[in-house]
């Protein structure tokens, strides 16, 4: 699908702060892409269908990752961690998307993982520094991001697991996962 076809089948699945968001995640993605010599095209599908499913009833996420057999292991985590494999799952199903890193883009655009590919590290950049984003420190993330890619994605889970630790939320196993894959690497 076109980028136009894929915008308006994820629209009305979102608020209108979110489409906003995701638009941004979109142009984000494809800059980082090109920047760092990734296929553009997709990134663009990768960005446009992170979040589609972010606003499905979390029983119904559930019973889907049961039923499928997906990753179980995100049952219990709320909407935040269940949309990217449910996001993943639709990509494939009523998208067509049969691109394995673009599928693993989208299913852990939230949590990372160990072993990324630079896809997933452009999904999980762009979605914490897309232009609406505004947060204290997303500058920092934003520049690091136009200098090093690895760099940036360092930045980012650190970023990310500091905001857990701070408001005092569980820390989903795969996250720490991707930081101790990062740390093993920058640490060599």
């Given amino acids: 699908?076109?980028?136009?076809?894929?915008?308006?089948?994820?629209?009305?699945?979102?608020?209108?702060?979110?489409?906003?968001?995701?638009?941004g995640v979109m142009h984000t993605a494809i800059a980082l892409a090109e920047r760092y010599d990734e296929d553009p095209s997709k990134a663009e599908s990768a960005a446009i269908l992170h979040d589609m499913a972010k606003y499905e009833d979390v029983a119904k996420m559930e019973d889907i990752i049961r039923r499928e057999n997906l990753d179980l292991s995100v049952i219990g985590w709320g909407s935040e961690l269940l949309h990217g494999p449910i996001a993943a799952y639709y990509a494939?199903?009523?998208?067509?998307?049969?691109?394995?890193d673009v599928l693993n883009a989208i299913?852990?655009?939230?949590?990372?993982?160990?072993?990324?590919?630079?896809?997933?590290?452009?999904?999980f950049v762009a979605d914490m520094i897309e232009p609406s984003r505004n947060y204290p420190?997303?500058?920092?993330?934003?520049?690091?991001?136009?200098?090093?890619?690895?760099?940036?994605?360092?930045?980012?889970?650190?970023?990310s697991l500091r905001f857990l630790i701070d408001t005092k939320q569980p820390i989903f196993p795969l996250t720490l996962t991707c930081y101790n894959d990062i740390m093993n690497g920058e640490n060599k």
């Fill in 137 to 159: 420190g997303v500058e920092r993330l934003r520049k690091k991001a136009q200098k090093n890619l690895d760099k940036a994605m360092s930045a980012c889970v650190r970023h």
């Fill in 92 to 100: 494939q199903t009523q998208f067509g998307i049969t691109d394995q």
């Fill in 1 to 23: 699908m076109e980028r136009q076809q894929l915008l308006a089948a994820i629209k009305p699945r979102m608020p209108e702060k979110r489409y906003i968001h995701t638009q």
């Fill in 107 to 123: 299913h852990y655009h939230t949590t990372g993982r160990a072993g990324m590919s630079k896809l997933e590290k452009i999904i």
